[in-house]
């Protein structure tokens, strides 16, 4: 889910309270304290989990209410999908022996590519027979393997793709088992004309799934100028036209626990929060604003990043704007959500 610049190499949170960390201050970055335990009956807090990195199920599991497990990529150019193997497995297990559920991602992200691929998007959603055949391996996977739900997590597709998307969730929807979640993971747009250029007909989608997960982050990357993972105003932006369209729909809002470098001989790539924060040192300043932490290092570097405090003004703001719960990718990557004790 999100962009595997910062997925796969990096596409869950915690807080309880809306005033979460709101009195830090100053322009150097410590590593906060970890806010704690579960949010309200009702809101979700949804960890992301890849499934190629170390777990981190066990550790933050008092904060957590569901796990996404990422997850499996499409085969055969589209035509297929592998069930999930050990990696996968390992994390359902570890979400099953917390007293967790979890749901398992699938995706048309191309590892040769290191991008998500809107023509294997095209290949699964435009033939009937693909669609089955993927649906099929979904039903095998929950069947045999005990998911408790599916994220779809289909990325850069066009409007072109938009009925056939459609028809593809309510396929899969009608097969599997009426207990198993079926959520899906949205790109972020801020008007009606952007979420249509990804292919979404939100309002027929959300007669489809049973929950809405926007990832609400990558306004800026390794593809763009320097600048917020995803601002707050921004963010505020994104959820009132998804809101608009789909008044009725769960969504859970996607918060980033990772962020980007840019250097300035143009290369750039993501950063832990972690190692985002060891790499600004003194130089970083939180930008009220965004929502975020930023620093220009004396090489002339950019950073910005989203940690615990971006985290916690996320979480309040999912709040007032009346989600059913939050998203943090990733697990791996961004501040715990609870202490060590």
């Not at 499996?72 to 917390?98: C, K, N, Q, R």
């Not at 599997?176 to 250029?197: K, N, V």
């Not at 008044?247 to 929060?273: H, N, Q």
């Amino acid at each position: 889910m999100g962009s595997r610049t910062a997925r796969g190499a990096v596409v869950a949170v915690v807080a309880v309270g809306v005033a979460l960390g709101l009195a830090l201050a100053g322009c150097t970055t410590p590593a906060p304290e970890p806010t704690s335990t579960h949010e309200p009956d009702g809101f979700e807090v949804l960890g992301f989990q890849e499934a190629w990195s170390d777990l981190r199920i066990a550790e933050n599991a008092d904060a957590l209410t569901y796990v996404g497990i990422d997850g499996v990529t499409l085969t055969d150019g589209g035509a297929s999908l592998p069930l999930p193997g050990e990696g996968e497995l390992e994390a359902l297990a570890a979400a099953h022996d917390a007293g967790l559920p979890a749901e398992l991602l699938f995706s048309n992200f191309d590892g040769d590519l290191g991008e998500f691929s809107p023509g294997v998007a095209a290949t699964l959603l435009g033939s009937p027979s693909n669609r089955a055949a993927v649906i099929g391996s979904l039903v095998d996977a929950v069947d045999q393997q005990g998911w408790d739900g599916v994220m779809i997590d289909l990325e850069s597709m066009t409007s072109e793709m938009t009925d056939d998307l459609t028809a593809f969730a309510q396929e899969l929807r009608n097969a599997l088992p009426g207990d198993i979640r079926l959520d899906i993971a949205l790109m972020s747009a801020t008007d009606e004309a952007g979420y249509g250029w990804w292919g979404y007909d939100l309002p027929a989608l959300a007669e489809a799934v049973d929950r809405m997960t926007i990832m609400s982050y990558d306004q800026h990357g390794t593809w763009s100028d320097a600048g917020p993972v995803g601002a707050l105003d921004w963010q505020r932006d994104v959820v009132g036209e998804l809101r608009r369209q789909v008044p009725d729909e769960p969504i859970d809002l996607g918060i980033a626990g990772y962020g980007y470098l840019w250097s300035p001989d143009g290369t750039s790539r993501s950063v832990s929060d972690e190692e985002a924060r060891t790499l600004a040192g003194d130089d970083a300043v939180f930008d009220e604003d965004a929502g975020e932490w930023t620093a220009t290092l004396a090489d002339g570097t950019v950073l910005w990043w989203s940690d615990a405090r971006s985290r916690d003004l996320r979480v309040q703001l999912a709040h007032e704007l009346g989600l059913d719960g939050v998203a943090i990718w990733s697990l791996g990557l961004s501040d715990p959500l609870v202490s060590a004790e």
